[in-house]
């Protein structure tokens, strides 16, 4: 290589020279050879950049480096443009005692092809190894019998219309040697994954690749993330987002999880499902206090069912399509409050269902940072501006005036503003934040397309017991009539009411909980909510009414009941009888009217027929209906930080384990030697289990002589020391059967352990 003249002959166009180790193109042997590299001439002009690409292509045999060799070709001829998969999720892992929990993000699921310019996301895979190439699950085959795909633990798929095996055209098919792959089988979409299949010390490499399906029209193949894992020579490990390595292992003595209840709180609001908090990554938990809100479907600002029609966008928040609005929405192509088949307006959003929630970290989030009057990020995103408290950090409780900063809450940045007066620094910067904000991904929810988790957030993730239908609720506990001798069978239900000349309205559910209330006189009239089209009804004065106790309204009503129209008497004061229909209304904010529910009384078995009871002041029918959780709802709780109970760790001294013991030569624990080590074994272990925290495990011969101390890190939720056999003169140690005294501020332990070579 030091010879120009010799390099020039061999850069020349035209010049090919194939070593002794090649004979009829086939190699014959090995060969220890350097790759040189060259070009027609070109012309270089200073300044000019000329690129090049450059392939090394390999293959099983050369049939496979043939065809390896196509495909890098048609890679270069599309100019390095073909079809991606999704972005890489962020990997997150956690030890347990005999377990590993894997969560990620949702980022994947969002990315766009950069080729075709579709969200092609399909699923997710985990593929877990002890090997961090992952050759241990590499056993799929071509037809050619050439490994060429892994088999995954777990995968969970899109539902939608592609699963199962990805058949390609029979060219790709060709192309592909047989190779295909298993698209999943919509299972839905979750975000956290146990795996009880491990044992405590061994090291294990995890990967979560996104995938997307692929166009078998198009010739394009399904696609996943790589997962990558590098382990360097001094035994260092590099992973990607998308990968982790992690020793399973037991807590430290007296490890208490402290959150024993997980129920919220229920502050405000009328929903009566429930929510539970539960604990995915044990070491995320930080002891904050958190609110969760909501928004519903009738006043999110939503169109949730995509049923709002550009037809109808004359019609104007003022319901009249000939006067322009006064708030400038005539005509702006989007939906607005007080069109048709928008919010209130929509017979399928007007009853408040969930659409989204939201969790405010209220304990807040504190950091200093350097400002100055560009853009700089802050830790969190989504805060709440009215929360910030703002001081240099050199002026501790000099508190700043907010409106000299420029912040942006959504994408969590702050910058000085120019006029201000301040100067660059280091800036305390307290604040309030939602670590989830508007997120659809409630369980079960119909306006989102996966839902079969919530987010992770601080260690926790959210579980939703929501009502996503409305019934009534039949327990007698919960309705009931608060007159012992006096009552009628009641039924609840929605149905069609045909008011003639085509005018058929269809009764919707609406979550509330309802009294009917009776007095000794008239207390509700009929006329005063309906005697207008189609809604004719002649004026009927009832001695009772029906509360809305939910929003604290009034119900219209109407009394239909076939006597009441064949001998109608205007004077006359209607009570309630067995065949009486109540059909129900909601009154919207424009002051019509949405049918909804119909209420149906009949005698009890035990009562004899055509029983007609008479009600008085006081007496009450109460209905409780299954609510959604609402704009309205409110809950709150606390999380609590694990500790290592003192008391719990003195009575579980004995549970200290050492393992292996004895030593026997080696165990799956220990790793091989990292690449590009070629003599001596690998790693030694053995390890100290279940160890108080702060822990110290002294080791001795059998004569006493000390060998070495180690000591515990103080990470509570690793109760774990690893001992590499050698002494603390970093000599290796022989066999034998040493000694071992754990020493803790709870307590002593001793015992001893042999090692066999």
């Keep these: 290589m030091k010879d120009d003249e010799k390099l020039w002959d061999w850069l020349k166009p035209g010049y090919f020279d194939v070593p002794a180790s090649i004979q009829n193109n086939v190699p014959v042997a090995g060969e220890d050879g350097d790759f040189i590299y060259g070009s027609a001439y070109f012309p270089l002009r200073a300044g000019q950049t000329e690129r090049f690409s450059l392939a090394l292509v390999y293959g099983h045999d050369l049939n496979d480096l043939l065809k390896n060799r196509e495909t890098v070709q048609k890679i270069y001829n599309s100019d390095y443009r073909f ?16 377990q590993v929990t894997l969560y990620w993000d949702r980022k994947a699921e969002y990315s766009i092809d950069p080729v075709t310019k579709e969200k092609d996301f399909e699923g997710y895979k985990i593929y877990k190894a002890t090997d961090p190439d992952f050759n241990d699950v590499r056993s799929i085959t071509n037809v050619n019998g050439v490994v060429t795909g892994y088999v995954p633990i777990a995968q969970f798929d899109k539902v939608n219309d592609v699963q199962g095996i990805f058949m390609p055209s029979p060219d ?35 990967a979560v690749v996104a995938y997307d399906g692929g166009d078998a029209e198009k010739d394009i193949y399904p696609s996943e993330n790589t997962k990558f894992i590098s382990i360097q020579p001094n035994g260092e490990i590099i992973t990607d987002i998308n990968t982790a390595v992690v020793r399973p292992g037991p807590e430290v003595a007296g490890y208490d999880m402290q959150n024993s209840d997980c129920s919220l709180e229920h502050l405000a609001g009328p929903a009566n499902g429930s929510i539970f908090y539960e604990i995915v990554d044990k070491t995320g938990l930080n002891g904050h206090t958190y609110r969760v809100f909501f928004t519903d479907t009738q006043t999110d600002g939503i169109d949730n069912d995509n049923d709002w029609n550009v037809l109808t966008d004359d019609i104007g928040s003022d319901g009249n399509p000939y006067i322009i609005d006064e708030d400038s929405t005539q005509y702006n192509g989007v939906p607005d409050v007080g069109e048709p088949n928008y919010e209130w307006r929509d017979p399928d959003e007007f009853a408040p269902f969930t659409s989204t929630y939201s969790v405010l970290d209220i304990t807040g989030h504190k950091e200093t940072l350097w400002i100055d009057t560009t853009y700089t990020f802050l830790a969190k995103k989504n805060i709440v501006h009215s929360s910030i408290l703002i001081y240099l950090a050199s002026e501790t409780g000099n508190f700043l ?35 989830v904000y508007k997120s659809p991904n409630i369980f079960n929810s119909p306006y989102a397309s996966e839902t079969l988790d919530a987010d992770i957030f601080d260690g926790i993730q959210m579980k939703f017991y929501n009502h996503w239908n409305i019934n009534p609720i039949l327990s007698d506990s919960v309705s009931y009539w608060n007159t012992e ?94 065949g009486d229909f109540l059909e129900t209304f909601w009154k919207r904010p424009d002051s019509t009217y949405q049918y909804t529910w119909t209420m149906i009384f009949s005698n009890l078995q035990s009562d004899p027929k055509d029983t007609i009871y008479t009600f008085y002041d006081g007496d009450i029918l109460h209905i409780e ?89 103080g990470d509570i939720h690793n109760g774990t020391l690893a001992w590499n056999l050698k002494t603390k003169e970093n000599l290796d140690i022989s066999f034998g059967v040493y000694f071992y005294i754990v020493e803790a501020k709870v307590g002593k332990k001793s015992g001893k352990l042999a090692i066999i070579k």
């Design 83 to 98: 079809p991606q998969p999704p972005d890489k999720p962020t990997l997150k892992v956690v030890p347990g005692d005999g």
């Design 172 to 206: 790709l098919y060709q192309e592909a040697e047989g190779y295909t792959v298993n698209l999943g089988s919509n299972t839905g979409l979750q975000h956290s994954y146990i795996d009880y299949d491990v044992e405590n010390g061994r090291r294990y490499y995890y």
């Design 401 to 435: 005036d907010v409106e000299k900063f420029e912040i942006d809450t959504l994408r969590g940045k702050i910058k000085i503003k120019k006029d201000s007066g301040l100067n660059s620094g280091d800036y305390y910067v307290n604040y309030q934040y939602y670590p």
């Design 485 to 578: 001798n006096r009552r009628y069978n009641w039924g609840f239900s929605t149905g069609k009411v045909d008011f003639g000349s085509g005018n058929i309205i269809t009764g919707r559910r609406f979550p509330a909980d309802y009294e009917i209330q009776f007095g000794d006189d008239v207390i509700y009239t009929t006329e005063e909510a309906f005697q207008k089209e189609p809604y004719y009804f002649p004026p009927v004065k009832t001695n009772f009414r029906i509360f809305n106790l939910t929003d604290l309204v009034e119900v219209p009503f109407l009394l239909v009941r076939p006597s009441i129209f064949m001998n109608f008497n205007p004077d006359s004061v209607y009570g309630l009888c067995p």
């Design 625 to 713: 209906t299954t609510k959604s959780f609402r704009s309205r709802d409110v809950y709150e709780f606390t999380t609590q930080i694990p500790f290592a109970d003192d008391d719990k760790a003195i009575t579980q001294l004995d549970e200290i384990q050492v393992v292996p013991n004895p030593y026997v030569v080696a165990n799956n624990m220990e790793a091989p030697l990292p690449p590009a080590i070629t003599s001596g074994r690998g790693e030694r272990r053995i390890e100290f289990r279940k160890l108080p925290q702060d822990a110290k495990v002294h080791i001795f011969t059998s004569n006493g002589t000390h060998i070495i101390t180690l000591n515990h890190t």
